[in-house]
């Protein structure tokens, strides 16, 4: 499983979420792309991301299985990384 | 037309341009430059940052002269970030700070540093204990926005600077974009502070950082010494005349001003609160700010619908287009409220007569948009 995670410099939910998952990071092994909404336009575009950030899109065998948008707990994002790898 | 954006920036006065002008026209060089219209240059240069010193009750040479706040807020921070991160690498902000605060910190959190923000109270001030519990031994910088650019609200700058002058390691740069030319302020509670002319009737293009004498920072921009060694450049002197002569206007007849604004903030809160909105402004916010929420209309489809009737105030999306506001959340804590925010900022400018007619307008707009 690896993960796509779009934020955007600006956002300052993006900043939390950043921190939160670098937190989740210690606790599971998960490859992440980081993409930056405006740097990366080009192929956040192919991702058809909405208006509000950030966005974790999870994939497997590459085709996306979970996309999570916003703000959310450290302990959310991992149980939603336990349940995936349980899947 | 009528102008409510204020707060988003401000016409420029005519005095101002006429400075500008004038200064482009007779001191044409380099104030760099040894020979005798390089030297006049640099007297007024220094004239200016003079003036400027006097009125803020600062030493010249703690101004920087920047391109504007946001080129103030990164050098603020990314310069002591990098400066001092062999203290620490630990930096306290808010949710409430404006993106060109977000931006720099979320480059630094991409380099290995660690932020926290400070948890907001029910009346949007930060929480006092929490900073000073948030404080460690490795936090090299807190940076908390002295007014709220989309509420108005003020955060208690004195009380927060007491609490990190207990810890010498760790400096205070506030963003006071929201604050100078509106307020009376006091740089002599903070390290550094950021602001920027075009809020307050002075040229796009000029900002200023004041920085502590003593304080060290790494410049963003390296190169020859300009009017500081913090920030490389040939002297941009109109610009610099120009908003010298915006502060002085700012604060002169600045009580009178004040009041009038106090005035009209009063009138149009008590003409908002017979319409169908709810206002987010707490009372003791800044009286050139006020915000509110739309019930069930789009903030984006009432700023178009004002716009035909010549009326022009912003719809507040945080940082995040489509997101819902942080700032409106952190005092409503209402996702649907903070989704439908605009903002009015007024000034001294403004006229009751001003004020009828956008509260016809926004009635009338509510009437048939909820159709």
């Known amino acids: 499983m690896k993960v796509i995670k779009i934020t955007a410099?600006?956002?300052?939910?993006?900043?939390?979420?950043?921190?939160?998952?670098?937190?989740?990071l210690k606790e599971k092994n998960i490859e992440t792309i980081s993409l930056d909404y405006d740097m990366d336009e080009e192929e956040v575009q192919g991702y058809q991301v909405g208006k509000k950030l950030p966005v974790f899109i999870f994939m497997n065998n590459n085709q996306e299985i979970k996309r999570v948008v916003g703000e959310h707990s450290y302990e959310d994002m991992l149980k939603i990384v336990s349940d995936l790898e349980n899947e | 037309m009528i102008y409510l954006d204020y707060s988003a920036t401000t016409p420029v006065n005519k005095e101002v341009i006429a400075s500008y002008t004038t200064a482009c026209e007779k001191f044409i060089g380099n104030p760099n430059s040894l020979?005798?219209?390089?030297?006049?240059?640099?007297?007024?240069?220094?004239?200016?940052?003079?003036?400027?010193?006097?009125i803020l009750n600062i030493k010249t040479s703690e101004i920087i002269y920047t391109s504007?706040?946001?080129?103030?807020?990164?050098?603020?921070?990314?310069?002591?970030?990098?400066?001092?991160?062999?203290?620490?690498?630990?930096?306290?902000?808010?949710?409430?700070?404006?993106?060109?605060?977000?931006?720099?910190?979320?480059?630094l959190l991409s380099l290995g540093y660690e932020v926290d923000f400070v948890s907001l109270k029910d009346n949007g001030e930060i929480d006092l204990e929490e900073l000073e519990n948030l404080i460690r031994d490795d936090t090299i910088l807190v940076s908390i926005s002295s007014v709220n650019s989309e509420i108005g609200i003020k955060q208690p700058i004195k009380e927060i600077s007491n609490i990190i002058r207990k810890h010498p390691k760790c400096f205070f740069h506030c963003d006071m974009t929201q604050s100078v030319g509106k307020e009376k302020i006091d740089l002599s509670l903070v390290d550094l502070a950021s602001f920027s002319a075009q809020k307050f009737?002075?040229?796009?293009?000029?900002?200023?950082?004041?920085?502590?004498?003593?304080?060290?920072?790494?410049?963003?921009?390296?190169?020859?010494?300009?009017?500081t060694i913090y920030r490389s450049g040939t002297p941009a002197l109109p610009l610099v005349v120009s908003i010298a002569k915006a502060l002085r206007l700012a604060y002169e007849d600045f009580s009178n001003k004040y009041k009038q604004v106090e005035e009209m903030n009063k009138y149009l809160r008590e003409k908002m609160s017979k319409l169908d909105v709810?206002?987010?402004?707490?009372?003791?916010a800044i009286p050139h700010i006020l915000n509110f929420s739309l019930i069930n209309i789009k903030a984006e489809t009432m700023l178009h619908a004002l716009e035909k009737d010549d009326i022009f105030i912003s719809t507040q999306t945080a940082c995040a287009v489509g997101d819902y506001s942080r700032a409106v959340y952190a005092i409503t804590k209402d996702k649907e409220r903070s989704s439908s925010s605009m903002r009015v900022s007024i000034s001294h400018l403004t006229t009751k007569e001003e004020i009828d007619t956008f509260i016809s307008s926004l009635e009338k707009n509510i009437k048939e948009l909820k159709r």
């Open chain 2, 35 to 54: 020979h005798r219209l390089g030297v006049e240059a640099k007297e007024v240069i220094d004239a200016s940052t003079k003036q400027i010193a006097n």
């Open chain 2, 201 to 227: 009737y002075g040229m796009k293009g000029i900002g200023i950082l004041y920085k502590r004498e003593g304080l060290n920072i790494e410049p963003l921009i390296h190169g020859g010494k300009s009017t």
């Open chain 2, 278 to 284: 709810h206002i987010n402004s707490p009372i003791n």
């Open chain 2, 68 to 107: 504007g706040a946001s080129e103030s807020n990164n050098t603020a921070i990314k310069g002591i970030a990098l400066k001092y991160a062999n203290r620490g690498k630990h930096i306290i902000s808010t949710e409430l700070e404006h993106s060109s605060i977000i931006g720099p910190l979320n480059y």
């Open chain 1, 9 to 24: 410099v600006w956002c300052g939910t993006c900043l939390i979420m950043n921190k939160t998952w670098n937190k989740v």
